[in-house]
């Protein structure tokens, strides 16, 4: 069983020092559009050994006034779309990586980390894939992928989703796996082969598996809790290289709250696998709220507060990452299809990259939780 790596040496950059590394972005930074001056929250989380971070797409770096904001309060950044195989893989056996090494190239010049996000998942694949796999059957076509992005990103990657989103209980397998074209193509196996490849690629990387049904509540979501220990037991138990896990992280303000018992009893299992523990998307949907926005922003802070209270007070977590930084990218349709109706106030920053409620509270359970 390989030696779970911890991600704080790697994350010792995190701190303020490396935010205001290049004299381009110092003028960006005098010019301060953040008005209130304490610390950020890459500082903040830094000093009790927890790396915080952003997705990002490399169209919002464009954006001057966002930039400056995000190289302030991100210690770590992760690709929110541009890693996706749809867009390195368009076309068969052809690479394209303008769009994360533009990104890796920013997180380098501020001192971030980086980590990637994903390499095998049933979405958002190129429209040749799903032909071929069923056609050849040929498991390179998933791990000699891993090892061309893996190789193409050494030593600048330290932490990878391997495999996103394979659980799925309501898909009514004994294995509760989810029903997906690697799964008809290549059987249950594919996990394995896919942490494997990742191992062999980079022996030094953190390998990651990831999903979203651990953290709140109801019947389904102690289903999905259930199997996931399973999974992780199981695949660690055969020594598939796994060293963490990853939750999701997004949260709804005006859904159930989450157990916290049981997210932290859930954690306790999963530490005691050996695993470190990852908040790899968290965000917070305020749909379902009064149009009134103080009473979404406390709703939204709570709801985070009382999440990030439990996943920090375990010794094992070591990243938490929000899916976006600013409310300002937010698209009131697509993915976020439900946070219609108003403007959706869901992230650390507002659209006019002012600290949100969310904000205080993130910095307020790192610097004390
Ligand atoms: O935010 C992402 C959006 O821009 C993409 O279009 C979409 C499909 O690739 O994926 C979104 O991110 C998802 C992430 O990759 C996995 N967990 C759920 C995220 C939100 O849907």
Redesign the pocket.
């Known amino acids: 069983m390989p030696t779970r790596r911890s991600l704080l040496g790697l994350f010792a950059l995190s701190g303020t020092a490396g935010a205001f590394a290049t004299p381009s972005f110092a003028g960006l930074l005098r010019a301060s559009f953040v008005d209130d001056q304490s610390a950020p929250l890459r500082a903040i989380a830094a000093q009790r050994g927890i790396v915080y971070g952003s997705?990002v797409g490399s169209y919002e770096l464009r954006d001057p006034e966002f930039a400056a904001s995000l190289a302030r309060e991100a210690g770590i950044l992760v690709a929110?779309?541009e890693m996706?195989r749809g867009v390195i893989e368009e076309v068969r056996g052809r690479y394209d990586f303008s769009g994360i090494d533009t990104l890796m190239a920013f997180a380098q010049a501020h001192g971030m980390a980086f980590r990637a996000?994903?390499l095998v998942?049933h979405?958002?694949n190129p429209g040749w894939l799903d032909a071929a796999v069923l056609a050849e059957r040929d498991p390179a076509l998933q791990t000699g992928y891993i090892d061309a992005v893996m190789r193409h990103c050494k030593g600048r990657i330290k932490s990878w989703d391997v495999v996103?989103?394979a659980i799925s209980p309501e898909d009514g397998r004994s294995d509760n796996l989810r029903n997906t074209l690697w799964l008809q193509a290549f059987g249950p196996g594919y996990i394995d082969a896919a942490f494997h490849a990742a191992r062999a690629a980079d022996p030094t990387a953190q390998l990651v598996y990831n999903d979203?049904g651990c953290e709140n509540s109801g019947d389904k979501h102690d289903r999905f809790r259930a199997a996931t220990l399973d999974f992780l037991e199981r695949a660690l138990a055969r020594g598939v290289p796994i060293d963490g896990l990853g939750l999701?992280g997004?949260l709804q303000a005006f859904g159930p709250p989450i157990d916290q018992k049981k997210l932290r009893d859930f954690l306790s299992k999963v530490q005691q696998m050996g695993l470190k523990i990852l908040i790899t998307?968290h965000d917070v949907d305020d749909s379902g709220g009064p149009s009134d926005i103080a009473t979404r922003d406390q709703a939204v802070a709570n709801a985070s507060r009382r999440f990030l209270e439990v996943v920090l007070d375990n010794s094992a977590t070591e990243a938490v990452l929000t899916?976006g930084l600013s409310d300002r990218f937010l698209k009131p349709s697509?993915?976020r299809e439900t946070l219609t109706g108003y403007s959706p106030r869901a992230l650390p920053l507002d659209a006019d990259m002012q600290r949100t409620p969310m904000w205080h509270a993130m910095a307020r359970v790192l610097a004390t939780g």
């Open positions: 997705a929110e779309y996706k996000h994903t998942w979405h958002r996103n989103e979203w999701q997004h998307e899916w697509g993915w």
